[in-house]
T-cell receptor
Framework: DSGVTQTPKHLITATGQRVTLRCSPR?????VYWYQQSLDQGLQFLIQ???????AKGNILERFSAQQFPDLHSELNLSSLELGDSALYFC?????????????????FGQGTRLTVV | QKEVEQDPGPLSVPEGAIVSLNCTYS??????FMWYRQYSRKGPELLMY????GNKEDGRFTAQVDKSSKYISLFIRDSQPSDSATYLC???????????FGKGTRLSVIA
C-alpha cells in the first residue's frame, strides 16, 4: 500500500458530462501530481500542485482542471468528456513535509481511477 | 524523437532467467532515474531509484545508469512468475518535478 488513496476506482459516464476524481496523498506529502495513462500514450503528466499552489503543467487539456485543498487532498475535474478521455488517471505524491534537504524524489502512486466515457 | 524510449516488448522468459530491461533518453538534464513495476489494473509501484550515474542493487534487482550514453537498465536475477508485470522507466531533471516515463515493457516469466 503506497499510502495514496484515489476515489472512485471506476467511473462510467456519457460524453459531454463532467466528473471529479479525488486523491488523498501520503500523510505529510506536500506535492501531488496527476497523470493520465492510455494504451497508446503511456503515462502522461497532467499537472502538479505543491502545498495548495499549482507548480507545473503538462499535457492537460483546457477542459480539465485541478486544485489542491488546505488539507492537501486534490481533485481533478474533467468536463465536456469525449470518448478519447477514457483512460486510467493516477495521482502521485512526494516531498514529505517539504524536506528539501532529502535527495529522494520518489513518487508514490495511488491505484488509479479507471474512467470510461461512453 | 521521444524524450524517453523503451522497448514495449512483450518479453517472455523462463523462470530463473536473468532479465534485462532498458531505456534510452535524450534530455541530458535528467539526473533522477526510477524503475516502476505495474501489475495489470494497478498503480505503478516504485522498485528502484538512482541518482546520477552508477549502479544500485536491491535483492534480485540491479539498476544501472550510464549518463554518458543516456542509457539506463534494470536487471532482474532469478526471475519469478510473480515478476510478470509491466516495467516502466521514469526520470526527471530536478527533485520533486514531474517524471517523464517510458511506455513500459511487458514482461512474462513462465514457470
Amino acid at each position: 500500500d503506497s499510502g495514496v488513496t484515489q476515489t472512485p476506482k471506476h467511473l462510467i459516464t456519457a460524453t459531454g458530462q463532467r466528473v471529479t476524481l479525488r486523491c488523498s496523498p501520503r500523510s505529510g506529502d506536500l506535492s501531488v501530481y496527476w497523470y493520465q495513462q492510455s494504451l497508446d500514450q503511456g503515462l502522461q503528466f497532467l499537472i502538479q500542485y505543491y502545498n495548495g499552489e499549482e507548480r507545473a503543467k503538462g499535457n492537460i487539456l483546457e477542459r480539465f482542471s485541478a486544485q489542491q485543498f488546505p488539507d492537501l487532498h486534490s481533485e481533478l475535474n474533467l468536463s465536456s468528456l469525449e470518448l478519447g478521455d477514457s483512460a486510467l488517471y493516477f495521482c502521485a505524491s512526494t516531498d514529505y513535509r517539504g524536506q528539501e534537504s532529502r535527495m529522494n524524489t520518489e513518487a508514490f502512486f495511488g491505484q488509479g481511477t479507471r474512467l470510461t466515457v461512453v | 524523437q521521444k524524450e524517453v524510449e523503451q522497448d514495449p516488448g512483450p518479453l517472455s522468459v523462463p523462470e530463473g532467467a536473468i532479465v534485462s530491461l532498458n531505456c534510452t533518453y535524450s534530455n541530458s538534464a535528467f539526473q533522477y532515474f526510477m524503475w516502476y513495476r505495474q501489475y495489470s489494473r494497478k498503480g505503478p509501484e516504485l522498485l528502484m531509484y538512482t541518482y546520477s550515474s552508477g549502479n544500485k542493487e536491491d535483492g534480485r534487482f540491479t539498476a544501472q545508469v550510464d549518463k554518458s550514453s543516456k542509457y539506463i537498465s534494470l536487471f532482474i536475477r532469478d526471475s519469478q512468475p510473480s515478476d510478470s508485470a509491466t516495467y516502466l522507466c521514469a526520470m526527471s531533471a530536478k527533485r520533486n518535478t514531474p517524471l517523464v516515463f517510458g511506455k513500459g515493457t511487458r514482461l512474462s516469466v513462465i514457470a
